[in-house]
């Protein structure tokens, strides 16, 4: 057994009592790891690791044994390097705002976190509309460094998630109907891979909007979940700040006609930047908490970008549409103001929910289909809802088929959890049934699992796991996720 995966002993010159009992790593390893990140850049407590035990999930705290915060990729390519001799599990860590356990360290080891010092803006070059990143940098600290620029970076999760972690799970959010998600966002990629090599992903600096030069490595690691390698830096497209925004509202009398109006807005080609869906629980939710007054009912948030009368144009056309499948109105502004206040209730949604439901876990879980499947599926979640007596509600990024659902339990409710579990595997069958996906952006971590293979059949499953033995042949990275 290697020397280093034994029990704490009982004399250590560190401070290691908060250390629990199912350590793997001895004094010696410790101290090693802290001495590459420094005497201050490490933690042993039981309040750090706590927090780096799990995301937003519903799953079970798993602990590392060793949080560190490097301040370069020497540094983590020094710690993979003897996490990997060593074989002593390690995990990225960046905001911690997943939903599906994709960072909890379920079998111990090291957690990476990049947020404390790999957080800074490194270029900008504005006449090449592109900029790179540390991956500890958040979206919103950089999209606040653009704003004198004209530039801006569209991904918009929702949290403010670190791009790193943003990369891990391929995210999109509200505007990737129009930008598209991660996956179509990243240039290049600075990646330590499980034995501390380095590697750019789509060569040494290159940041060109086309790049067919070998292997598609970027997007091998994109949506990877920090199994292949960590990231370290990031190369992000970014876009022109639009000339005018339009928002809108839509109520509607029931689900069908709302996401209805979504498939035929999106047939038609409008070249529209977000459509969201909330339902008329989610409405109610958002009156209590923010103190609005919108129409209970399902509803849809819309905005274009562009010129003034372009969006007009395209304002009415949607309207058209929407009055056709007979929207009780059509609210739109461009004033910033205006605009702020009609997607209030979408922005924060998550917070309404939560708090109508005090003293409850809420968790969100979500599935993407076919746009033309939007209307089926929804409509028969809203049955699964109501048939299993289920506190949630349902909103979408409905523009490109995907939909989350908020959920509220008392995880002490044996019956209430029995349900929970129906309700989620119903969702996800459905949508596998209907040739769509499990998730269309929290990814798999340890929530969806078993369903991979459903999903995909055993032969992709079994390329995928000849891929990771081929880069991590010692299972260090995030070890337990995915498959």
């Known amino acids: 057994m290697n020397r280093f995966l034994f029990n704490i002993t009982k ?9 629990r009992e199912y350590s793997i790593l001895n004094s010696a390893a410790i101290e090693h790891l802290s001495s590459i990140v420094g005497s201050s850049n490490y933690s042993v407590s039981e309040a750090i690791r706590t927090h780096h035990s799990k995301d937003e999930s519903l799953h079970e705290e798993a602990h590392p044994d060793l949080v560190v915060f490097p301040q ?24 911690g705002s997943g939903f599906e356990g994709g960072i909890n360290a379920i079998k111990g080891g090291v957690s990476i976190d990049t947020s404390k010092f790999m ?47 943003m990369c891990s799970t391929s995210a999109s959010g509200t505007n990737a109907v129009r930008f598209g998600t991660m996956r179509e966002n990243v240039l290049n990629l600075e990646c330590v891979l499980a034995d501390g090599t380095v590697i750019n992903t789509a060569g040494l600096k290159a940041r060109s909007r086309k790049n067919v030069a070998g292997y598609n490595l970027t997007n091998l690691m994109i949506g990877s979940e920090g199994t292949l390698g960590v990231i370290t830096k990031v190369a992000l497209k970014l876009f022109p700040q639009p000339e005018t925004i339009l928002s809108a509202v839509a109520p509607f009398p029931d689900v069908a006609s709302a996401v209805q109006s979504t498939v035929e807005i999106m047939q038609t080609g409008l070249p529209i930047a977000r459509i969201e869906f909330l339902d008329e629980k989610s409405i109610q939710a958002n009156n209590i908490y ?42 739109w502004a461009t004033d910033p103001e205006e605009r702020i ?24 879980t979500d599935v993407c289909v076919p746009i033309s499947k939007l209307p089926e599926v929804l409509v028969q979640t809203k049955k699964d809802i109501e048939e299993l007596n289920l506190k949630t509600v349902i909103v979408g990024h409905v523009g490109d088929g995907n939909f989350h659902t908020f959920i509220s339990l008392d995880t002490a409710d044996t019956e209430e959890m029995k349900r929970y579990y129906a309700y989620s595997e119903k969702l996800v069958r459905h949508a596998i049934k209907v040739e769509g996906t499990c998730t269309g952006e929290h990814g798999i971590g340890l929530g969806k699992m078993k369903y991979m293979e459903e999903q995909f059949g055993k032969s992709p499953i079994d390329t995928m796991r000849l891929i990771k033995k081929a880069l991590d042949p010692n299972n260090i990275l995030n070890p337990g996720k995915i498959f």
């Not at 983590?76 to 905001?95: D, E, H, M, T, V």
């Not at 969006?311 to 609210?331: G, S, W």
Request: hydrophobic share 35%; with cysteine; aromatic share 10%.
């Open 11 to 19: 004399t250590t010159r560190l401070n290691l009592k908060t250390i």
């Open 72 to 95: 370069n990729t020497d540094q983590i390519s020094k710690i993979l390097q003897f996490c990997n001799k060593n074989r002593i599990p390690a995990i990225a860590y960046g905001a």
């Open 119 to 165: 957080n800074n803006i490194l270029e900008v070059n504005v006449e090449d509309f592109d900029c790179w990143v540390d991956s500890g940098t958040t979206r919103k600290q950089l999209n606040n460094y653009l704003k004198d620029t004209g530039l801006w970076f569209p991904i918009d999760p929702g949290a403010d998630a670190c791009i790193g972690g």
């Open 290 to 331: 923010n103190k609005m007054g919108l129409d209970e009912t399902p509803t849809l948030f819309l905005e274009f970008h562009g010129s003034k009368g372009t969006v007009d144009q395209q304002a009415e056309a949607a309207m058209e549409i929407c009055k056709e499948n007979q929207c009780k109105e059509f609210n």
């Open 341 to 364: 206040k009609l997607w209030h209730a979408r922005h924060n949604s998550w917070f309404a929910f939560k708090s109508i439901h005090p003293n409850r876990k809420a968790i969100s």
